[in-house]
Every structure is written in structure tokens, then in C-alpha cells.
């Protein structure tokens, strides 16, 4: 007698993921990071007049940015959804998911929330006021840094948990989750101290690639053992 093999209903989270790392880095590399124009993309570390100058002069740039890391926020959080839906589809039964669907939509709400304080950034008007504009920098930097990496890492740790006790990951997957969702929650720590701001890309960066290999690795079907007797 064949065994019936049950799908997973919903869309493709891998396409989802690359989706979602297209869209983040087209804002931030071929927008901001690869514009070529001076002066260039502030860092937090920079003074109030540096931060303005740039906001007053790149508008555009800003808005684009913002408009794509906006739009971003749609396949991440279709993502998180779907990844927990997934886990609950082939019978995880612990907390794991719903810990990962806790870090994923915050961090999905924080990404989008960075991206439209952004825009009002590169509204027409709002750089002449140095003062206004340092606040709102500050105020994307931490949501869009800290608010994102940390979230996100546990998110990474959720699934990853989860895929261990299940065995719906390879090892090496697993480990490199968990190992992000460490860098994620160490980022924490550069609110108080600044040189550990090397965790949040540590844990953006290579985390996109871990979403698209989780996307494509996580199992679809599921195949009920037969009954005895």
C-alpha cells in the first residue's frame, strides 16, 4: 500500500528569502553604499553638521534607500510566517516556533519602521534642522541595528532549536543558526559599548545567506508512518 505524502501549503520561503536580500541590499549597496557621491553615508560616530550634511544633500538617495528596505520588510516577515507555519506542519510541537515567529515579526516591524523614519528623513524640508535630523539618525541607526540583529537572532535560534530535536536541518545548518543567533543577541551589548557594533552586520549579513539556505533545506512534505496491523 503507498504511503501519502503530505505538502506544505504556501509559497516558496526560499524565494521568499532572496527576494527579501535583494531588495535590503539593493537599498543599502547600489543606493547608498555604491553611490560614488560625496560625502558619504554617516556613521554614528560622526558629528551632527556630518550626519545633516549628507541627509541635505542626498535626499534621493535616502528615499530610495528607504523605499526598498520598506518593501523588503514584506518577503522577511511572508518568511517568518511561513518558516513557523512549516515547523508546526511537520510536527514540532515545542516552543521553538513560536520563539522564532516572536523574533522574526519583531524583526520584520523593526526593518520597517527604521525604513519609514528613513523616509521622513529625506523629506523635502526636514535636513535643514541639524538637530531634528541627528535625532532621527540615531533613532534609525538603533532600530534598524540593534532592533533588527537582535530579534533576529532569535529568531535564528528558534528555528534552529527546533530543526535540532526534529532533524529538519543539516548539523551544519543548525550550528551556523545558532552561531548567528549568538552574534545576534552579543549586539545587545553595543548600546553600551560601541566597538561591539561588529555584531550587527555579523549577524545581517551571513544571515542572509543562512535564510536562503533554510528556505530551500527546510523539508516541504511530510509522509505519516503506516499503521500496524
Known amino acids: 500500500m503507498a504511503l501519502t505524502e503530505y505538502r506544505h501549503k504556501g509559497p516558496p520561503i526560499g524565494i521568499l ?20 557621491h560625496q560625502p558619504y553615508f ?13 541627509f541635505r544633500q542626498h535626499p ?13 520588510a514584506i518577503p522577511l516577515g511572508l518568511y517568518v510566517v511561513n518558516v513557523v507555519s512549516r515547523l508546526r506542519f511537520l ?5 521553538g516556533p513560536y520563539i522564532a515567529l516572536f523574533g522574526g515579526l519583531l524583526t520584520t516591524f523593526d526593518l520597517a519602521l527604521s525604513a519609514l523614519f528613513e523616509w521622513v528623513m529625506a523629506y523635502p524640508g526636514m535636513a ?5 535630523i541627528r535625532a532621527l539618525y540615531y533613532i ?26 526534529a532533524r529538519l536541518l543539516p548539523k551544519w545548518l543548525i550550528v551556523f543558526g545558532i552561531l548567528l543567533a549568538v552574534c545576534g543577541e552579543l549586539s545587545w551589548f553595543s548600546l553600551i559599548f560601541p566597538k561591539l557594533l561588529f555584531f550587527i ?11 536562503i539556505m533554510a528556505g530551500f533545506t527546510l523539508p516541504r512534505s511530510i509522509t505519516p508512518p503506516p499503521l500496524n496491523g
Open 91 to 95: 510536527g514540532v510541537k515545542a516552543a
Open 201 to 211: 552586520p555579523l549577524t545581517r549579513f551571513p544571515g542572509f545567506v543562512w535564510l
Open 17 to 36: 528569502a532572496i527576494i527579501f536580500t535583494l531588495l535590503f541590499n539593493t537599498g543599502l549597496f547600489f543606493v547608498i553604499s555604491l553611490s560614488g
Open 128 to 132: 535643514g534642522d541639524t538637530a531634528v
Open 60 to 72: 534621493q538617495d535616502v528615499l530610495l534607500c528607504a523605499f526598498f528596505q520598506f518593501g523588503s
Open 42 to 54: 554617516p556613521g554614528p560616530w560622526e558629528s551632527a553638521e556630518t550626519i545633516a550634511t549628507y
Open 140 to 165: 534609525v541607526f538603533s532600530v534598524g541595528g540593534v532592533g533588527y540583529s537582535v530579534p533576529l537572532g532569535i529568531f535564528f535560534a528558534g528555528v534552529s532549536v527546533s530543526s535540532t530535536f
